[in-house]
């Protein structure tokens, strides 16, 4: 089975700041790769599939990138509703792996 | 609309069962694929299992093979799990998930269950 390294597991920043999330997978394959915003007590949103494609409302700031083994969540410019924790999932063979979550803070 | 509302959860002593549901609404709930993925408290997301619109293919996360179930009522449109010698370490909450583009997009809002004598 893949196993989804995410990186790191949690950061501080300020509003306007640009932040980067890594996810690795074990092996690769496709590129089934989305990335995930969860508040507390709340539902998952998707913001990422296919590795790059914004989901439909999501706002452009947030960006996807990679292939293969490693994958990259972007946000350009870091907003009060963006404090959040992030998770990547990666679909191979009928399996779906999370990485482990990137909690983002306020500095 | 889609809306995706979990039900089902609740307190349940170590090696009883459980039947989770998901009542879809907003959607061809027949042509989705559907998911469950739990996460613990305070602790990250795991799938657990997934299943085709027709019910005909399905998988398991190693920890519910043998264990849980997931099923379908298209007629209903209702997603089930059902939970089989359940284990302490199975509380969690479940959320059920659709599935487009390989991946789960829109989510329910969970239903917390809980192992414990």
């Known amino acids: 089975d893949i196993q989804m390294t995410q990186s790191p597991s949690s950061l501080s920043a300020s509003v306007g700041d640009r932040v980067t999330i890594t996810c690795r997978a074990s092996q690769g394959s496709r590129n089934d790769l989305g990335w995930y915003q969860q508040k507390p007590g709340k539902a998952p949103k998707r913001l990422i599939y296919d590795a790059t494609s914004l989901q439909s409302g999501v706002p452009s700031r947030f960006s996807g990138s990679g292939s293969g083994t490693e994958f990259t969540l972007t946000i350009s410019s870091l907003q009060p509703e963006d404090f959040a924790t992030y998770y990547c999932?990666?679909?191979?063979?009928?399996?779906?792996?999370f990485g482990q979550g990137t909690k983002v803070e306020i500095k | 609309e889609v809306q995706l509302v979990e039900s089902g959860g609740g307190l349940v002593q170590p090696g009883g069962s459980l039947r989770l549901s998901c009542a879809a609404s907003g959607f061809a709930f027949s042509t989705y694929w559907m998911h469950w993925v739990r996460q613990d408290a305070g602790k990250g997301l795991v799938w657990v299992s997934f299943?085709?619109?027709?019910?005909?293919?399905?998988n398991y996360a190693d920890s519910a093979k043998g264990r849980f179930t997931i099923s379908r009522d298209n007629a209903k449109n209702t997603l089930y799990l059902q939970m089989n010698s359940l284990r302490v370490e199975d509380t969690a909450v479940y959320f059920c998930a659709r599935d487009k583009n390989w991946l789960p997009d829109y989510w329910g809002q969970g239903t917390l269950v809980t192992v414990s004598s």
């Open positions: 299943i085709s619109g027709d019910g005909s293919a399905t």
């Open positions: 999932v990666q679909h191979n063979s009928y399996l779906w792996t």
